[in-house]
């Protein structure tokens, strides 16, 4: 308002200029003349190197060159503004009736600087004075007129700009913009009347073309809020606004439709940088009505987003005070589709072909630095709600999201997740405050095996329902570093399933690794364990396999950092369709997308040995035993022969031998006592 205000003070001066051109006073004076007038109505210099010509016919004016308007004392020495030219006609009558009715001004080739200090203070705000009154010519007419109170009128039918340059410079923000190659145009056929303001020129180097229009000027200098509408090209961007508006506080509210179909440009005009959005997400749009507060907070509803074949409804609130900026609200739509370009996931960049195990792995994971620095720009708290949402990693389907960010820390709180046929919940954390960590605490509630497995990893060769509970932090600027510093721990529990490939029973039973390839599975009916996770490697010692006709106890490691295994299975699978057991170790090692399956000969060995140690223990144990009873039966024979005494069935040998000693000594006594 303040700027306005100025230019008006300007033109009051120039009407001074052009009454005295038209009585004929030397160009000198009357450049004299309008600078005493600009500078006590402005407070700052007004000074004209060129020539004051005035001009009569089409319309009386002049035109005045070399024209340069003094800055502020702290903004340097340059000028505020300088032009080669400045033309001004005006309404003769309408001048004699001491009525401002200005035809047209032209203002060429100025070059404007404009600045806002560390203070927020610009180099444009003037304090507007009433202006003194203007050199009074001798006549006798007017010194018999009476004073004129009518209120004085104002019109301007045509201010122009033409290849004008504007530069704007915030030492607060460090914004930098220029205007060059500007051509403008404004008309205001009354003060408190409907007035339209329509500009071309190169933001930055950024077309820029813009349309504003106001139902009455004077209310809105004074800073009330009037009907005003904008229509802004910029960059191949456009945004419409048709509502109310007022200067005091940049207060508006209304309509709003934006569309931009690409948003680098249209940062690198306002001076900023960024804006590299993947094409899938472009181009942005916007449609609602809008709020802006006296404070500068925003409000939108009924809002219809839209970023590529992405279309969100619902209402937000961004805040501007504070630290940094705050958005709230609430937001649904159909389907999110977050894929990269080509629908290929960074985590399985380089990752061979899982399933088919013709992969190597030797890429591993990208080293690309992530860039974080965005979780910085604002912080959140939003909730949004989806019928489907695509990723990389899976396809989600009904799912309801928290999304709050706090200074550099973003939260991603999974409240109602429908994915792979079951349930997902926790959340996702990522943390910038002080170089980037991530952390996954998730629960899987009955998720089917081979379609997750095979849109997260690729890897086709597990078959089953999946209960699992994970909680993991990794820490590092790049997927690479971020896998190799996993650490956490979590539980897993696969039920009903076949492993696919291979035939595990078929494997063991005949000591043949023959049985992989297409038509070969092992059906388990449980697979249990736990784990945990130290830089990036996990580890369990409590794989339990159960099936039918075999089980499997399990323990090793799987470095999610380098994607490889090092796991030995010891399962019990019969060998013949007896009952004899025979556990064969089984050795899984090498990268996880091409695994290789080996017999641990060594402890093959060692088991066989224990079987046949056990086998000769038995015999052992026999052949004692029939020695024995075969002792036991020689000496039974020698009591009945030599004692006469029948060994009773049930009694031991020992009781047998007592009784037949017992009865022998009975005898013995009664013989050498005479019978008594």
């Given at each position: 308002?303040?700027?306005?205000?100025?230019?008006?003070?300007?033109?009051?001066?120039?009407?001074?200029?052009?009454?005295?051109?038209?009585?004929?006073?030397?160009?000198?004076?009357?450049?004299?003349?309008?600078?005493?007038?600009?500078?006590?109505?402005?407070?700052?210099?007004?000074?004209?190197?060129?020539?004051?010509?005035?001009?009569?016919?089409?319309?009386?004016?002049?035109?005045?060159?070399?024209?340069?308007?003094?800055n502020a004392?702290?903004?340097?020495?340059?000028?505020?503004?300088?032009?080669?030219q400045?033309?001004?006609?005006?309404?003769?009558?309408?001048?004699?009736?001491?009525?401002?009715?200005?035809?047209?001004?032209?203002?060429?080739?100025?070059?404007?600087?404009?600045?806002?200090?560390?203070?927020?203070?610009?180099?444009?705000?003037?304090?507007?004075?009433?202006?003194?009154?203007?050199?009074?010519?001798?006549?006798?007419?007017?010194?018999?007129?009476?004073?004129?109170?009518?209120?004085?009128?104002?019109?301007?039918?045509?201010?122009?700009?033409?290849?004008?340059?504007?530069?704007?410079?915030?030492?607060?923000?460090?914004?930098?913009?220029?205007?060059?190659?500007?051509?403008?145009?404004?008309?205001l056929?009354?003060?408190?009347?409907?007035?339209?303001?329509?500009?071309?020129?190169?933001?930055?180097?950024?077309?820029?073309?813009?349309?504003?229009?106001?139902?009455?000027?004077?209310?809105?200098?004074?800073?009330?809020?009037?009907?005003?509408?904008?229509?802004?090209?910029?960059?191949?961007?456009?945004?419409?606004?048709?509502?109310?508006?007022?200067?005091?506080?940049?207060?508006?509210?209304?309509?709003?439709?934006?569309?931009?179909?690409?948003?680098?440009?249209?940062?690198?005009?306002?001076?900023?940088?960024g804006?590299d959005?993947?094409?899938?997400?472009?181009?942005?749009?916007?449609?609602?009505?809008?709020?802006?507060?006296?404070?500068?907070?925003?409000y939108?509803?009924?809002?219809?987003?839209?970023?590529?074949?992405?279309?969100?409804?619902g209402?937000?609130?961004?805040a501007?005070?504070?630290?940094?900026?705050?958005?709230?609200?609430?937001?649904?739509?159909?389907?999110?589709?977050?894929?990269?370009?080509?629908?290929?996931?960074?985590?399985?960049?380089?990752?061979?072909?899982?399933?088919?195990?013709?992969?190597?792995?030797?890429?591993?994971?990208?080293?690309?630095?992530?860039?974080?620095?965005?979780?910085?720009?604002?912080?959140?708290?939003?909730?949004?709600?989806?019928?489907?949402?695509?990723?990389?990693?899976?396809?989600?389907?009904?799912?309801?999201?928290?999304?709050?960010?706090?200074?550099?820390?973003?939260?991603?709180?999974?409240r109602?997740?429908?994915?792979?046929?079951?349930?997902?919940?926790?959340?996702?954390?990522?943390?910038?405050r002080?170089?980037?960590?991530?952390?996954?605490?998730?629960?899987?509630?009955?998720?089917?095996?081979l379609?997750?497995?095979g849109?997260?990893a690729?890897?086709?060769?597990?078959?089953?329902?999946?209960?699992?509970?994970?909680?993991?932090?990794?820490?590092?600027?790049?997927?690479?570093?971020?896998?190799?510093?996993?650490?956490?721990?979590?539980?897993?529990?696969?039920d009903?399933?076949?492993?696919?490939?291979?035939?595990?029973?078929?494997?063991?039973?005949?000591?043949?690794?023959?049985?992989m390839?297409?038509?070969?599975?092992?059906?388990?009916?449980?697979?249990?364990?736990?784990?945990?996770?130290?830089?990036g490697?996990?580890?369990?010692?409590?794989?339990?396999?159960?099936?039918?006709?075999?089980s499997?106890?399990?323990?090793?490691?799987?470095?999610?950092?380098?994607?490889?295994?090092?796991?030995?299975?010891?399962?019990?699978?019969?060998?013949?369709?007896?009952?004899e057991?025979?556990?064969?170790?089984?050795?899984?090692?090498?990268?996880?997308?091409?695994?290789?399956?080996?017999?641990?000969?060594?402890?093959?060995?060692?088991?066989?040995?224990?079987?046949e140690?056990?086998?000769?223990?038995?015999?052992?144990?026999?052949?004692?035993?029939?020695?024995?009873?075969?002792?036991?039966?020689?000496?039974?024979?020698?009591?009945?022969?030599?004692?006469?005494?029948?060994?009773?069935?049930?009694?031991?040998?020992?009781?047998t031998?007592r009784?037949?000693?017992?009865?022998?000594?009975?005898?013995?006594?009664?013989?050498?006592?005479?019978?008594?």
């Amino acid at each position: 308002m303040r700027v306005l205000k100025a230019l008006i003070a300007v033109v009051v001066g120039l009407v001074m200029l052009v009454a005295a051109a038209l009585f004929l006073l030397p160009s000198e004076r009357i450049a004299q003349i309008a600078a005493q007038q600009f500078q006590t109505a402005t407070g700052r210099t007004l000074t004209i190197d060129g020539a004051v010509r005035p001009s009569f016919y089409p319309v009386i004016g002049a035109t005045a060159n070399g024209i340069a308007i003094g800055n502020a004392d702290w903004a340097g020495d340059a000028p505020l503004l300088r032009a080669e030219q400045m033309e001004i006609g005006l309404d003769f009558a309408a001048l004699m009736r001491r009525d401002i009715q200005i035809d047209r001004i032209v203002l060429q080739s100025p070059v404007i600087d404009l600045r806002r200090n560390d203070d927020g203070r610009g180099n444009w705000e003037v304090a507007v004075r009433t202006a003194a009154p203007a050199p009074q010519i001798d006549s006798a007419t007017e010194a018999d007129s009476p004073p004129d109170t009518r209120p004085r009128t104002f019109s301007l039918g045509l201010a122009r700009i033409q290849d004008g340059q504007v530069r704007f410079q915030d030492a607060a923000s460090g914004t930098d913009i220029r205007l060059d190659g500007l051509d403008a145009s404004f008309g205001l056929p009354a003060l408190d009347g409907p007035s339209e303001l329509t500009l071309a020129a190169q933001l930055n180097g950024q077309p820029l073309q813009m349309t504003v229009a106001t139902d009455n000027v004077a209310r809105l200098l004074s800073g009330a809020v009037v009907g005003l509408s904008a229509d802004l090209g910029l960059a191949g961007a456009r945004a419409q606004f048709s509502g109310r508006a007022g200067l005091a506080d940049m207060i508006a509210e209304g309509q709003l439709d934006a569309d931009i179909p690409l948003l680098r440009p249209v940062l690198q005009a306002v001076g900023q940088t960024g804006g590299d959005i993947a094409p899938a997400y472009l181009p942005l749009g916007f449609s609602g009505q809008i709020t802006r507060t006296a404070d500068g907070t925003l409000y939108a509803r009924n809002a219809r987003v839209g970023a590529g074949t992405l279309r969100l409804e619902g209402g937000a609130d961004l805040a501007l005070a504070g630290a940094r900026p705050r958005l709230t609200g609430e937001f649904s739509g159909d389907v999110l589709d977050l894929r990269s370009a080509g629908g290929t996931s960074a985590a399985r960049q380089g990752s061979g072909s899982g399933g088919s195990g013709g992969g190597t792995g030797a890429q591993g994971w990208p080293r690309d630095v992530i860039d974080a620095s965005a979780l910085d720009l604002l912080d959140a708290e939003l909730s949004l709600a989806f019928n489907t949402v695509r990723t990389d990693f899976a396809t989600l389907g009904r799912s309801r999201f928290g999304v709050s960010i706090d200074n550099s820390r973003a939260v991603l709180d999974l409240r109602e997740t429908a994915v792979f046929g079951g349930r997902l919940s926790g959340q996702l954390v990522a943390n910038n405050r002080s170089g980037l960590s991530v952390r996954a605490d998730l629960n899987a509630r009955d998720i089917s095996l081979l379609p997750m497995l095979g849109e997260v990893a690729d890897y086709h060769r597990l078959q089953g329902r999946a209960n699992m509970d994970i909680n993991v932090l990794g820490v590092g600027n790049s997927v690479h570093a971020i896998m190799n510093s996993l650490r956490g721990d979590g539980a897993l529990r696969f039920d009903q399933g076949e492993i696919i490939g291979f035939d595990l029973a078929g494997m063991l039973r005949n000591l043949d690794m023959s049985y992989m390839g297409e038509g070969n599975r092992t059906v388990y009916d449980s697979i249990t364990g736990t784990f945990t996770v130290a830089d990036g490697v996990l580890r369990n010692d409590d794989l339990a396999l159960a099936a039918a006709r075999f089980s499997v106890a399990g323990q090793g490691t799987v470095s999610l950092g380098a994607r490889t295994l090092d796991y030995r299975v010891t399962p019990a699978a019969l060998r013949s369709e007896g009952d004899e057991r025979l556990r064969v170790p089984l050795m899984i090692t090498g990268p996880w997308d091409a695994p290789r399956f080996r017999l641990d000969l060594e402890a093959l060995a060692r088991e066989q040995l224990r079987v046949e140690q056990e086998r000769v223990e038995e015999m052992a144990r026999e052949e004692a035993r029939r020695l024995e009873e075969r002792a036991r039966s020689q000496a039974a024979e020698r009591l009945e022969r030599e004692l006469g005494v029948q060994r009773q069935e049930g009694e031991r040998i020992e009781d047998t031998l007592r009784r037949g000693l017992e009865q022998e000594l009975g005898n013995r006594l009664r013989g050498l006592l005479g019978g008594n």
